[in-house]
């Protein structure tokens, strides 16, 4: 049997986080981006991935009106703390800020030129600023809140609208600064205005399910249009725009026209035509997907709806924080379909349970604390499908693909209810009804994929069958159960399924697991041993063994045969959720409540790698069967995609081993070639801090030694400048290699500007580490030199018991000859002297002459 190659280490590569809590957003004016308003904070999402480019962290209070600039360099916000602040997108710094209205600003928009803001408050009052934060202009007539405001789309034109929930919509002229007309014929909140490219009419939608048409020649109402439903926003399809090319089949009339759309509560959207106020098109049913606790609250349908630049169709925002993007298609038989492109989540609430979807395993099944379950595009992390049916929250799923292909998955949901769905009909196939209780477990037969088995709140097991299933129905029908048994004390938390269909295992909060032969449930072995209740459980796919994960914080094996503890695994912090076995049994993963991901080795019971990629519990993990790619989500409401990256990171290690050793080559010819710059130029690269303070050191004994020093560091950048200050720190600190610091660091203050060293990052810390032992260095020198005075007395001391020498020809050295500065005759007498002094002490002191 070959050996396998054991994982050491997993990559997270694709990440969905919460970017939207619903309220305002703005769209880029090509569509690659979109600013939402997630919380206090205002997060830039790519509209391709719902990937999130950057946040902008705000003021601590919700935010409540944003806008872009035209050239989109430039975003605008406000929050409930009234102040309006300019961003940068480029570096995401606040440009300037200031305090508008008395209350929140509920709406804002830039005029064309980028020159103008205007902005609508809570406070009923209209203001217009320019870019600088200076008021330009102070509107005040609206007896209610300011819900929008827009610009004439003619720069020339410096006409401003607003709507409020005071039924009005009114007209300001910029050139005037007063209201010129006051347009009164809704009788519910105006939410929503929108003027057609010729400039000449404008369309207002309200709550009282009518949008009315304007001549804006004499502010007349040219025609009011019933839509039987409150619209929340009223846009006009420009004549390029995809949906007028689909739409040509359905002209009115004969005089110019235009068309617009409406969205409201219901959730669909309707194409209009403005000759007659003809319903051109209208959507059979609604996309967007509503809870039980939105049915209460009555939020339905969508709130917003924009038309994106440059052709791409059409953005819809619904209630619970979904961006739809719509697009026109015109079938063969020249109908016209409105096809729904994507679905990106902003909120994905708490994730309880997931699975990898799909022979290619490209979708990925989620279910959150909701209805319904929704199915994930791995490429675009995109909301593919929705699947709805469920009454209360769905707690569990699984998913199998038959040998005709087909993908279904099987969901339980607090609603007593077990669902079957088949993935490419996107409906539900089959219901089970039969427990008790609310289901926490599901599992689906691993070789036959006849039947699957469910565990519930009400201590059962149930073994339900799918033998009346055909590829060809797409009806729900009634499962059947082939067994049913009371399985334990306590809800039942887990369920597996053995890899040749004939045991199932089951976990529970009693603390125990139970093995059960099938297809009949007859009682096995009892697993007995954690101290807390079980969350997970898992057959080998290799051996005669189970994998349990406890509240215990313990991952235990267990033998199949005598139910013995085969292997305890401790490491985590907290209860363990789920644990998985990858590389064919040779390895776990397990993730808990401590929101960390840990990879073991069963062979060695060692933990090879933890990621801390959540901020909450982790609650599902899912692990590919085919690429044993990873998924992780739990209570921050973000799932993790991670990918095997053993093998890139072996052959980055050997191709950064491989650039290694040419590199230390070329270094070695530098030194040899005595090229001294290119040299330490290397070193740097190589991170050879000892090879460095040898070049140094021989640049310090040649002749030129302070010319090549600045030439080598003079082609250091920044960064190498900084690392370079670390170095001369740990130099710095012994005594033998303090000279070459201190001789490198001269210079290096002598080239850099005092401007540049201190925008270096950390440079306070270097300098603090410098400091104390360049003053002891000092300290040792200064010392040092005042013994050379000590020395030098010493000496002349010693030369007066000194041997007689005869006469003296040369000159003693400075610290031997005291004599120096004296006269000729004090010379001699003082020579004379000493001979007579040294006769008399001959006899006593014979071995200090033969010193």
């Known amino acids: 049997m070959t050996s396998v190659a054991l994982k050491k280490n997993y990559r997270c590569v694709q990440s969905l986080q919460q970017f939207y809590s619903g309220g305002p957003y703005t769209v880029s004016s090509d569509g690659s981006f979109i600013a939402c308003a997630c919380n206090d904070t205002i997060t830039i999402v790519d509209s391709s991935n719902a990937s999130i480019k950057s946040t902008i962290e705000g003021d601590s209070e919700p935010v409540t009106a944003l806008t872009l600039s035209p050239d989109d360099k430039f975003l605008f916000s406000a929050s409930h703390s009234r102040q309006i602040r300019v961003w940068d997108l480029s570096s995401l710094k606040c440009l300037r800020s200031w305090k508008g209205h008395q209350g929140p600003v509920m709406g804002m928009t830039c005029h064309a030129s980028g020159g103008l803001l205007a902005t609508a408050g809570a406070d009923g009052k209209v203001q217009v600023w320019d870019v600088s934060g200076f008021c330009t202009h102070f509107f005040k007539g609206h007896k209610g809140v300011v819900t929008s405001v827009v610009f004439h789309p003619d720069p020339n034109r410096l006409l401003l609208f607003s709507s409020s929930d005071d039924t009005t919509v009114r007209v300001w002229d910029l050139t005037l ?71 040509r089949g359905k002209k009115i009339g004969d005089s110019p026209a235009f068309q617009y759309l409406t969205v409201g509560e219901h959730g669909i959207v309707r194409i209009w035509n403005s000759h007659g106020a003809v319903c051109l098109f209208q959507q059979s049913s609604s996309d967007v997907t509503v809870s039980k606790e939105d049915e209460e609250e009555a939020k339905r349908g969508f709130i917003s709806a924009v038309m994106l630049p440059s052709n791409q169709g059409l953005l819809c925002g619904t209630a619970d924080q979904e961006f739809l993007f719509y697009s026109p298609i015109e079938t063969p038989e020249g109908t016209f379909h409105l096809n729904l492109d994507k679905r990106l989540v902003g909120y994905n609430e708490e994730i309880v349970d997931m699975k990898f979807l799909g022979v290619e395993e490209q979708f990925l099944a989620v279910a959150t604390s909701v209805e319904q379950v929704r199915v994930y595009d791995l490429s675009s992390m995109s909301c593919s499908y929705v699947l709805s049916g ?29 669902r079957l769905w088949d993935s490419n009909s996107h409906c539900c196939i089959g219901i089970g009804r039969g427990h008790m209780g609310g289901i926490g477990a599901v599992s689906f037969a691993k070789k036959s994929q006849s039947f699957f088995v469910s565990g519930s709140s009400d201590l ?61 449930l007859t009682p096995g072995v009892v697993l007995k041993g954690h101290k807390r209740g079980i969350w997970s459980v898992e057959f080998s796919p290799v051996d005669q063994c189970v994998i349990t994960g406890s509240g215990d914080k313990t991952i235990k094996i ?19 959720f789920k644990v998985q076995f990858v590389t064919r049994g040779a390895q776990i993963v397990s993730c808990g409540a401590d929101g960390l991901l840990k990879l073991w080795t069963v062979k060695t019971n060692e933990c090879v790698a933890t990621y801390d990629q959540h901020e909450d519990k982790v609650w599902a993990l899912s692990v590919g069967k085919k ?60 991170r050879r801090p000892h090879k460095l303070f040898e070049l140094f050191a021989q640049l310090c004994r040649r002749e030129d030694a302070k010319d090549e020093v600045k030439k080598a560091l003079g082609v250091l950048g920044m960064e190498e400048h900084r690392q370079l200050l670390e170095y001369i720190r740990e130099w710095n600190t012994k005594p033998k290699l303090c000279h070459i610091a201190q001789f490198v660091l001269l210079h290096l ?28 260095h000092y300290s040792r020198i200064d010392r040092l030199e005042r013994s050379t005075y000590l020395l030098d007395y010493t000496l002349n001391g010693m030369s007066l018991i000194e041997p007689e020498t005869g006469v003296v020809e040369n000159p003693k050295p400075k610290l031997q000859d005291s004599s120096i500065g004296f006269s000729d005759e004090q010379q001699v007498s003082k020579k004379s002297s000493k001979k007579r002094k040294s006769q008399k002490s001959n006899a006593g002191n014979k071995k200090v002459k033969g010193m």
């Open 558 to 576: 267990w033998a199949i045969s005598d139910g013995s503890c085969l292997k305890t695994f401790e490491g985590h912090t907290s209860s363990v």
């Open 390 to 418: 469920h009454t209360d929250i769905v707690l569990c799923l699984d998913t199998c693909t038959t040998t005709s292909g087909r993908t279904l998955i099987v969901t339980g949901s607090k609603d007593n209810t077990v």
């Open 749 to 776: 203050f002598t080239i850099l500007p005092p401007t540049e060293i201190v925008e270096m990052k950390g440079v306070g810390e270097v300098v603090e580490g410098l400091i104390p032992y360049s003053q002891r």
């Open 627 to 686: 690429t044993e790619m990873l998924a992780t989500g739990g209570s921050d409401a973000v799932i993790n995609l991670w990918h095997d990256s053993t093998a890139a990171d072996k052959e980055d290690e050997f191709r950064k081993e491989e650039e290694g050793v040419l590199k230390g080559q070329e270094l070695e010819n530098a030194v040899l070639d005595a090229n001294y710059t290119k040299a330490i130029h290397l070193a740097f690269e190589l």
């Open 460 to 520: 059962t097991l149930k073994v339900w069958s799918l033998d009346d299933l055909s590829d060809d129905v797409n009806e729900a029908f009634s499962l059947k159960t082939k067994a049913v048994t009371a399985a334990h004390d306590k809800d039942i938390n887990a369920l597996a399924i053995a890899p040749n269909d004939s045991l199932v295992c089951s976990g529970s909060q009693d603390r125990t697991a139970r093995i059960w032969k099938l297809p009949d």
């Open 177 to 247: 600064k007063k209201c010129v007309a006051t347009l009164e014929r809704h009788r519910s909140t105006v939410t929503s205005i929108a003027i057609t490219e010729d400039g000449w009419t404008l369309l207002s939608g309200g709550r009282d399910q009518v949008v009315n048409m304007w001549d804006l020649h004499d502010y007349s109402c040219k025609m009011s249009i019933p839509t039987n439903e409150a619209i929340e926003a009223v846009c006009v399809i420009g004549t390029a725009s995809p949906f007028v090319s689909c739409l």
